[in-house]
T-cell receptor, first 112, second 115 residues
Framework: GIQVEQSPPDLILQEGANSTLRCNFSDSVNNLQWFHQNPWGQLINLFYIPSGTKQNGRLSATTVATERYSLLYISSSQTTDSGVYFCAVNTDRIFGNEKLTFGTGTRLTIIP | NAGVTQTPKFRVLKTGQSMTLLCAQDMNHEYMYWYRQDPGMGLRLIHYSVGEGTTAKGEVPDGYNVSRLKKQNFLLGLESAAPSQTSVYFC??????????????FGPGTRLTVL
């Protein structure tokens, strides 16, 4: 099956800093999503981005499908950004098969 | 609009006991999923459903059964719990993939401990 690798595994930053999280995947994908899991365990979808670039406030994401990677940018970090960021992909082109394969995540800690 | 809800939030079982986790969504989504999350790992798909009355196996289906009798509900059953099933269980739902803007919405999770 597809391999999804995220880096770095852990990141500790001062409030106000910028960060870049990376997701590499081993096969072409038709669905790529970024999720944030907050310290209370809730998973929130950030972006659906199988290709191209999207922005939402201080967060933006870019997926270069031909080179099999995606980047999540967080600017002007806030303590509420702390948590684990997951990349998840789906490679199956059969309609109705929506299985996501998750990476192991990047744990981000923002220090006040 | 509650989104995706899960009951119970916490549960402790003894080895060999059975239980059912309930997932409900009020977004009229076609697809529903059950994942488990173990410490230091991403989520792994247990079973999923692409519509009422249908279910399919995911990555780690052994020891679990599911049912989707109603579109809004997806049940995950453990017939004979084992300590290896100690985990946090997440339910998710999504629309039918039409406009290629599909995303999965997650419930708050159920923390299960099997002694």
């Amino acid at each position: 099956g597809i391999q999804v690798e995220q880096s770095p595994p852990d990141l500790i930053l001062q409030e106000g800093a910028n960060s870049t999280l990376r997701c590499n995947f081993s096969d072409s994908v038709n669905n790529l999503q970024w999720f944030h899991q907050n310290p209370w365990g809730q998973l929130i979808n950030l972006f659906y981005i199988p290709s191209g670039t999207k922005q939402n406030g201080r967060l933006s994401a870019t997926t270069v499908a031909t080179e099999r990677y995606s980047l999540l940018y967080i600017s002007s970090s806030q303590t509420t950004d702390s948590g684990v960021y997951f990349c998840a992909v789906n490679t199956d082109r059969i309609f109705g098969n929506e299985k996501l394969t998750f990476g192991t995540g990047t744990r981000l800690t923002i220090i006040p | 609009n509650a989104g995706v809800t899960q009951t119970p939030k916490f549960r402790v079982l003894k080895t060999g006991q059975s239980m059912t986790l309930l997932c409900a969504q009020d977004m009229n989504h076609e697809y529903m999923y059950w994942y488990r999350q173990d410490p230091g790992m991403g989520l792994r798909l247990i079973h999923y459903s692409v519509g009422e009355g249908t279910t399919a196996k995911g990555e780690v289906p052994d020891g679990y059964n599911v049912s989707r009798l109603k579109k809004q509900n997806f049940l995950l059953g453990l017939e004979s719990a084992a300590p290896s099933q100690t985990s946090v269980y997440f339910c998710a739902s999504s629309k039918k993939r039409e406009a290629n803007t599909d995303t999965q919405y997650f419930g708050p999770g159920t923390r299960l401990t099997v002694l």
